[in-house]
T-cell receptor, first 115, second 109 residues
Framework: NAGVTQTPKFRILKIGQSMTLQCAQD?????MYWYRQDPGMGLKLIYY???????DKGEVPNGYNVSRSTTEDFPLRLELAAPSQTSVYFC??????????????FGPGTRLLVL | EDKVVQSPLSLVVHEGDTVTLNCSYE??????LLWYKQEKKAPTFLFML????IEKKSGRLSSILDKKELFSILNITATQTGDSAVYLC?????????FGQGTELSVKP
């Protein structure tokens, strides 16, 4: 199993450009999540999905959109990039809604720089 | 507003020292508290704590939760340079993880 994969690893965007951060998992997990982590800070939840076709907002959803057409993929879309979106983005997945010892599996992250 | 606060924000120790990292929380619909270790890449899971007073151990690391005081600690004994990392605390509440800002631990030889 590859686990959770993310592409690209690093990207520089100009203000106003758009892009899609890709996330895929091959563990047949129902739950998927997008987080952002600013320097020296913890992770903040952007969006999450409890299954194909179902998404919901997290703590900091403004400026982002998501879709979940398949169980495996959970892309994150930035429509009009702003400098405040410079961050490291982590995708994660989990099997279900937090049974004992359940945990989220994280992807390697995408570092995004908006200039 | 739900919040998770970690202290200290950074810590420098020497190999062999014992450290205690703190995590306090105020969240609604609390279910569990989790600790992660992050070394310049994605976080890796350490512990999940759901019940008060039950210590979880893994090698030199241990953690305990106090649900009355809304507090958890992560202990690392006989620290090694490989323990240098950011340690993240998170609470599972309402089906979502809420992270603290992290404690950056630096272990000097």
């Amino acid at each position: 199993n590859a686990g959770v994969t993310q592409t690209p690893k690093f990207r520089i965007l100009k203000i106003g450009q758009s892009m899609t951060l890709q996330c895929a998992q091959d563990m047949n997990h129902n739950y998927m999540y997008w987080y952002r982590q600013d320097p020296g800070m913890g992770l903040k939840l952007i969006y999450y999905s409890v299954g194909a076709g179902i998404t919901d907002k997290g703590e900091v959803p403004n400026g982002y959109n998501v879709s979940r057409s398949t169980t495996e993929d959970f892309p994150l879309r930035l429509e009009l990039a702003a400098p405040s979106q410079t961050s490291v983005y982590f995708c994660a997945s989990s099997r279900g809604q937090w049974a004992m010892q359940e945990t989220q599996y994280f992807g390697p992250g995408t570092r995004l720089l908006v200039l | 507003e739900d919040k998770v606060v970690q202290s200290p924000l950074s810590l420098v120790v020497h190999e062999g020292d014992t450290v205690t990292l703190n995590c306090s929380y105020e969240v609604t619909n609390f279910r569990s508290l989790l600790w992660y270790k992050q070394e310049k890449k994605a976080p890796t899971f350490l512990f999940m704590l759901t019940s008060s007073g039950i210590e979880k151990k893994s090698g030199r690391l241990s953690s305990i939760l106090d649900k009355k005081e809304l507090f958890s600690i992560l202990n690392i004994t006989a620290t090694q340079t490989g323990d240098s990392a950011v340690y993240l605390c998170a609470t599972l509440a309402g089906g979502k993880l809420i992270f603290g800002q992290g404690t950056e631990l630096s272990v000097k030889p």
